[in-house]
């Protein structure tokens, strides 16, 4: 269960909207910096620019759900929804942005995705986590380890939209593999700076769900990067947050480019 995997003393035990729809914590953070309009957003795997063009719909006092333009603002579980919000808070603060955060209707093809536009006061970005993703993992003994490095690859791309990194990673790129890697190192980063002793098999098993998650459609200008590649870099990560654990997350974004050679 996703709890197990949660330090708890550092957060109240709110629900996962009520944390995401209190004030913004003024710090100097990534957010600040204001995101880059030209960024349309990012999904977890190639295949959902369709996710991402139904959902961009500038501005708004609430997160759309794709399909049905109805939010969907919990996964039907309370007690995970209020595990899982509590892994969200801890990501925020790590990260230093704050997007607002809800599920979507992934029927069919299951994705997660990061967009630039705010649909929640006082956030910034937002991130959508598909329901038959959620479910899919659910399902499965570790699918916890997965679904945190979800959540944490697609608060990367918040950090990304919110500096320079998203332009950085994509400037003279023909595909997306740059942007998605570095979300993917940022990813596993998170998770090997949390103060948590993971199991071998809880490892392993998200190192394979991320190999699972590559592709080979090389010259696809929507190529995330092969599995051999996405699961290097989750990896990089996580032994440079392991070796090095006072690094916060701006230093953390050089090393990715560094380990990216950009």
């Not at 490892?203 to 010259?219: H, N, V």
Request: net charge neutral; hydrophobic share 35%.
């Amino acid at each position: 269960m996703l709890n197990k995997l949660i330090k708890r003393r550092s957060f109240t035990q709110a629900g996962l909207f009520t944390f995401l729809l209190q004030p913004v914590i003024t710090y100097h953070s990534f957010a600040a910096q204001g995101a880059n309009n030209k960024v349309s957003g990012c999904c977890l795997m190639s295949g959902g620019d369709k996710y991402i063009s139904r959902s961009r719909l500038g501005p708004s006092s609430q997160i759309t759900n794709p399909k049905s333009n109805q939010a969907i603002e919990n996964s039907g579980d309370p007690h995970f929804d209020e595990s899982l919000g509590i892994v969200l808070a801890d990501i925020s603060r790590l990260f230093e942005v704050r997007p607002g955060f809800a599920y979507f209707d992934d029927t069919g093809s299951p994705n997660a995705l990061a967009l630039p536009d705010s649909h929640l006061a006082n956030s910034h970005g937002t991130v959508l986590f598909g329901k038959q993703m959620l479910a899919m993992n659910k399902q499965h003994p570790y699918g916890d380890m997965f679904i945190m490095g979800i959540c944490a690859h697609e608060f990367a791309h918040i950090v990304q939209f919110f500096s320079g990194y998203h332009d950085r990673l994509s400037n003279n790129q023909s595909t997306k593999k740059f942007v998605e890697l570095h979300a993917d190192f940022l990813s596993g980063y998170y998770i090997g700076k949390r103060n948590i002793s993971y199991s071998n098999a809880e490892l392993y098993s998200l190192g394979e769900s991320w190999e699972s998650i590559g592709d080979s459609s090389y010259t696809d200008p929507d190529h995330h990067g092969t599995a051999e590649e996405r699961l290097e870099a989750i990896e990089q990560g996580y032994r440079l947050a392991k070796k090095q654990p006072s690094l916060n997350i701006k230093v953390a974004c050089e090393n990715g480019m560094k380990y990216l050679k950009i």
